[in-house]
């Protein structure tokens, strides 16, 4: 028996098919669902982050306070 080798086709094999050569083997209808749930996951961490936001409202930075310059103090024997 002889084995037939299949004719080389255009894409590649499973194994070497890179991340968007793999994306766009699969069919237009499945690409669109997978496009419609990541821009859904997208929207609703707008939403959930807006939420969070008026929630938890960001306090202001506290800032370090200003003290007016003195003169420096003497020690016991006079000396500065």
Same mark, same amino acid.
């Given at each position: 028996?002889?084995?037939?080798?299949?004719?080389?086709? =255009?894409?590649?094999?499973?194994?070497?098919?890179? !991340?968007?050569?793999? #994306?766009?083997?699969? %069919?237009? &209808? @499945?690409?669109?669902?997978?496009?419609?749930?990541?821009?859904?996951?997208? =929207?609703?961490?707008?939403?959930?982050?807006?939420? !969070?936001?008026?929630? #938890?409202?960001?306090? %202001?930075? &506290? @800032?370090?306070?200003?003290?007016?310059?003195?003169?420096?103090?003497?020690?016991a024997a006079?000396?500065?």
């Amino acid at each position: 028996m002889t084995s037939k080798k299949s004719p080389p086709s =255009a894409e590649p094999m499973v194994a070497n098919r890179s !991340l968007w050569q793999s #994306y766009k083997a699969l %069919p237009a &209808r @499945t690409r669109l669902y997978i496009s419609m749930a990541v821009c859904s996951v997208g =929207a609703v961490g707008i939403y959930v982050s807006d939420y !969070l936001e008026k929630k #938890y409202p960001v306090a %202001p930075p &506290r @800032t370090a306070p200003t003290h007016v310059a003195s003169p420096p103090s003497r020690n016991a024997a006079g000396t500065a």
